[in-house]
């Protein structure tokens, strides 16, 4: 059965420092990987979906990396900003489409 | 208007209610799935459809059913809710075609409690 495990758990950075989330799933057998972001009280927003033949995404400031083989990814943001304050999901997709999430890690970003 | 749409946003019913939630989408994604976020949890499949006449149990089904009404529509229920099922509740769709590159889109969640 896949596990997807996130560290930290929760995370407290000031504003402008850049910051890595962790990753890691137990079974490389996996079609992708896709990082979210949830605001409270809202649903999920997909950041950036890594296939699986592929080492990395970039979107904006964000960029994600994924090496299947050690069954780990990570999530690098840039010059992190209060507004990417949020939780933030890593879920691998196996067969039939089926996602299985982490628990998130909640990051605060400070003034 | 949002893509994937929920409703009712929150809910709060007695246990042995029977209870619906909907959720409905104007992607024109075939495959639409229901999941559950519980604290310390993450999210947890409990059903999922490839298409109309095509229904799926996911990780955790007891305790729920599925319709999938149209290509548009797919309604989760709760025949006789329990304070366990007290959770956030998502729905997502995906396109066909793929699995490597086909992300999930989620609506914004119905809040259920159940007293």
Redesign the interface.
Known sequence: KQEVTQIPAALSVPEGENLVLNCSFTDSAIYNLQWFRQDPGKGLTSLLLIQSSQREQTSGRLNASLDKSSGRSTLYIAASQPGDSATYLCAVTGTASKLTFGTGTRLQVTL | DAD?TQTPRNRITKTGKRIMLECSQTKGHD?M?W?RQDP??????IY?S?DVKDI?K?EISDGYSVSRQAQAKFSLSLESAIPNQTALY?C?T?ESGT???????????TRLSIL
């Open positions: 994937v495959r799935y999941y310390g949890l993450g999210l947890r499949l999922y490839f799926n996911g998502f997502a995906s699995e490597s590159n086909q992300p999930q889109h989620f609506g914004d969640g």
